[in-house]
């Protein structure tokens, strides 16, 4: 066994070690009053209610596409998709079962303070991320052993790729139809606060917290680290003939990366500490500067004995790394309410909930600018670098490897991210505990703190997914360009142009199924909540107890509904474009849906933060406060927000995914049987 390899386990068995006494050192602390540990209860419940039922039904897809794709193409690639639905799964499960275990516990830590709830709450964003990318590092390193070509490793990416999207549009049209349902009918029409107990929708929206923000997004950054690794892998096996210098080095050498990453990350986590300013993003940011700068020596010296001290593909690991540190710091500018576009959207509500509404979307649209040019950037620089400093027979090949290292390098920090992502639900729950509990005062302003700042650090994560979304499926479409041949895909071929415009239309089309069924999820939960107010005497004074379980199951129910045909639109798509229209279509679907999904899902997430934040900032105070006018059109944004942050913006990525592996998965058969020549 090449002992990269044995890197990458033991590496990931570090991880699940230290995930291990994470998990140990949150179990020890204590839960509060009993008041406390019901709701906390009734969390959990509902989301491990939820998460069944959810992956039953996702299950008897999976298990039809498993058999098709054993017969039709083969052994290989039925087991690894089946395998990359279970991780991406057990992922999912993982991050929500932490969350919902930490949650009332950081409730119970903000009596305590900022620091301790903080320190709390990270611990249990921690073990999300280090559990995650450590499951995905094990499973990249033990297929590869077994297989030994990352071509046959397809199917896994496949396999995670679609069960992410389930658990995002799932989940998503879950926690924001209850989310969004709840404000309407809570804060605007009856004037109470966010998760007050007399909403009847107060559970089902700390819930959709757990399935939407951890179980969805557990998923999707698992296939997000699983394609971006695996694209590396293809990359380099095919540049391995262009440069065989490195022969299987450059194959294996993103394994490498992941199993530097996950000491970095655990190392990291130890630098996470509320300073003397008590600025909490700042605290969060010491974690990941500390993590990329260890990644960056540890790849130095990876490059060093690896890859022949190959001066380019150390900088491409850079690259990488400069491109997460500008989507950071472009998504605060748009997202905090330290800077100007928070602060003009929440002013804007003053004069109503139209002007917020098109503030919000003006910034949406200016914020898909700078996160296009740094991507552009990173693959140009990282391409040029690594084709040209050191000549090969084929410079685009390798620089193609390039880039597939610096997105790698990129992604080999998912745990320190999602650490970060993962903090932001179970301070969002916390602070629902606190206010059902009636906590102090003084703890709430702990939990809110929190929670506006996870906010920020849940549209961080999106922005980086989908900045990878777009390094992954440019290897991808590499792969898909080298195993289709020599065809013509230049776009004034009406086919390749066909295919084209079909591609870019796809994530609108996507998205649009995501926002009616939040629309209509939301619709039956305004319709119920308002019934219980209207029929239940007492709710209002707080004599009589809402009526929480119709709310869970009417959301569990829409959302299990509308599950399946998104799945279904991304999967038929590109074979129907294949087998109708051929290679070159396809060709040009791939590029389109690249092409129209990265501005819409940057569009969409940015806005959505932006709005939600801008609700938070007059919470505290400004433009009117709490109860204002002001206040009222901010949460007409935010519900605007909700839907478009956190279903239907973030199911882009794994659609992107998606749509690619199915195609490289069907092309042998698309080529041999295709209708148009």
């Known amino acids: 066994?090449?002992?990269?390899?044995?890197?990458?386990?033991?590496?990931?068995?570090?991880?699940?070690?230290?995930?291990?006494?994470?998990?140990?050192?949150?179990?020890?602390?204590?839960?509060?009053?009993?008041?406390?540990?019901?709701?906390?209860?009734?969390?959990?419940?509902?989301?491990?209610?939820?998460?069944?039922?959810?992956y039953m039904t996702v299950s008897v897809v999976a298990i039809i596409l498993a058999v098709v794709i054993y017969v039709a193409i083969g052994w290989q690639y039925a087991i690894g998709f089946i395998a990359g639905a279970a991780s991406s799964a057990l992922a999912g499960f993982i991050g929500m079962t932490v969350s919902v275990m930490s949650n009332v516990k950081t409730a119970n830590k903000a009596k305590e303070g900022m620091n301790s709830a903080l320190t709390l709450a990270y611990k249990g964003g921690s073990v999300t991320g280090v559990i995650i990318i450590?499951?995905?590092?094990?499973?990249?390193?033990?297929?590869?052993?077994?297989?030994?070509?990352?071509?046959?490793?397809?199917?896994?990416?496949?396999?995670?790729?679609?069960?992410?999207?389930?658990?995002?549009?799932?989940g998503g049209i879950?926690?924001?139809g209850a989310d969004v349902g709840a404000d309407l009918v809570g804060k605007v029409e009856a004037s109470i606060p966010e998760d007050d107990p007399r909403n009847p929708a107060v559970i089902a929206d700390?819930?959709?917290?757990?399935v939407g923000d951890c179980a969805g997004m557990g998923a999707d950054l698992f296939e997000t680290y699983v394609v971006t690794a695996i694209s590396a892998m293809l990359i380099g096996f095919?540049?391995?003939?262009?440069?065989?210098?490195?022969?299987?080095?450059?194959?294996?050498f993103p394994i490498a990366i992941g199993g530097m990453a996950i000491i970095a990350t655990i190392i990291g986590t130890f630098f996470v500490k509320l300073g003397k300013s008590g600025y909490i993003m700042g605290a969060l940011y010491k974690g990941v500067i500390a993590t990329a700068v260890i990644a960056i020596i540890g790849f130095y010296i990876?490059?060093?004995?690896?890859?022949g001290a190959n001066i380019a593909i150390f900088l491409d690991t850079v690259i990488g790394i400069i491109v997460l540190a500008c989507m950071i710091l472009i998504t605060e500018l748009y997202t905090s309410s330290q800077y100007k576009p928070v602060d003009e959207i929440a002013k804007s509500s003053t004069t109503g909930a139209g002007t917020t509404v098109i503030s919000g979307l003006a910034y949406g649209l200016e914020a898909t600018l700078l996160p296009i040019i740094v991507i552009v950037g990173g693959i140009l620089s990282s391409y040029l670098l690594t084709a040209y400093l050191y000549p090969t027979s084929n410079p685009v090949q390798f620089g193609l490897y390039g880039v597939s290292i610096a997105s790698s390098s990129m992604l080999s920090l998912t745990g320190i991210i999602?650490?970060?992502?993962?903090?932001?639900?179970?301070?969002?729950?916390?602070?629902?505990?606190?206010?059902?509990?009636?906590?102090?005062?003084?703890?709430?302003?702990?939990?809110?703190?929190?929670?506006?700042?996870?906010?920020?650090?849940?549209?961080?994560?999106?922005?980086?997914?989908?900045a990878s979304a777009a390094l992954a499926a440019l290897s991808l479409f590499a792969v898909f360009r080298f195993e289709v041949g020599n065809i013509n895909l230049s776009i004034d071929n009406p086919l390749v142009l066909v295919g084209l415009i079909i591609g870019v239309g796809l994530p609108f089309f996507f998205t649009s199924y995501l926002m009616r069924a939040v629309g209509n999820a939301a619709y039956q939960i305004v319709v119920e909540v308002r019934r219980q107010f209207r029929e239940i005497k007492g709710i209002m004074e707080g004599t009589a107890k809402p009526e929480y379980g119709k709310c869970v199951d009417i959301v569990t129910v829409a959302s299990l509904k509308e599950l399946v045909i998104p799945g279904i639109i991304a999967i038929i798509t590109p074979l129907l474009v294949g087998f109708l229209l051929?290679?070159?279509?396809?060709?040009?679907?791939?590029?389109?849906?690249?092409?129209?999904?990265?501005?819409?899902?940057?569009?969409?997430?940015?806005?959505?933060?932006?709005?939600?934040?801008g609700k938070k900032y007059i919470e505290t105070g400004m433009y009117g406060g709490k109860g204002s006018d002001a206040h009222k059109a901010a949460v007409v944004g935010d519900v605007v927000g909700d839907a478009v942050k956190d279903t239907a913006g973030p199911a882009i990525n794994p659609l992107i995914k998606v749509v690619n592996t199915i195609s490289i998965l069907f092309l042998a058969i698309i080529i041999a049987h295709h209708l148009i020549l």
Do not use: Q
């Open 418 to 466: 999602i650490s970060v992502d993962a903090f932001g639900p179970i301070t969002d729950n916390a602070g629902g505990i606190a206010e059902m509990s009636n906590l102090p005062k003084s703890v709430r302003k702990v939990t809110d703190a929190l929670d506006a700042v996870g906010n920020t650090t849940k549209a961080v994560t999106k922005g980086y997914a989908i």
């Open 582 to 613: 051929g290679p070159e279509s396809l060709g040009g679907l791939l590029i389109g849906v690249i092409i129209g999904g990265l501005p819409l899902a940057i569009l969409m997430t940015t806005s959505g933060a932006a709005w939600d934040n």
């Open 1 to 54: 066994m090449n002992w990269i390899l044995i890197i990458g386990l033991l590496a990931s068995f570090l991880g699940f070690i230290y995930a291990i006494i994470l998990v140990v050192s949150i179990s020890k602390e204590e839960d509060g009053s009993d008041k406390m540990k019901e709701i906390a209860s009734a969390i959990r419940e509902g989301a491990n209610a939820y998460i069944k039922r959810e």
């Open 206 to 210: 700390n819930v959709g917290d757990n």
């Open 174 to 176: 879950y926690t924001k």
């Open 302 to 307: 990876l490059t060093y004995y690896i890859m």
């Open 134 to 170: 450590s499951l995905a590092l094990f499973g990249i390193t033990v297929f590869y052993l077994w297989f030994g070509n990352p071509m046959l490793m397809i199917g896994f990416i496949f396999g995670a790729s679609l069960l992410s999207l389930f658990a995002r549009v799932g």
């Open 238 to 252: 095919l540049a391995s003939s262009v440069y065989s210098k490195y022969g299987v080095y450059s194959v294996i």
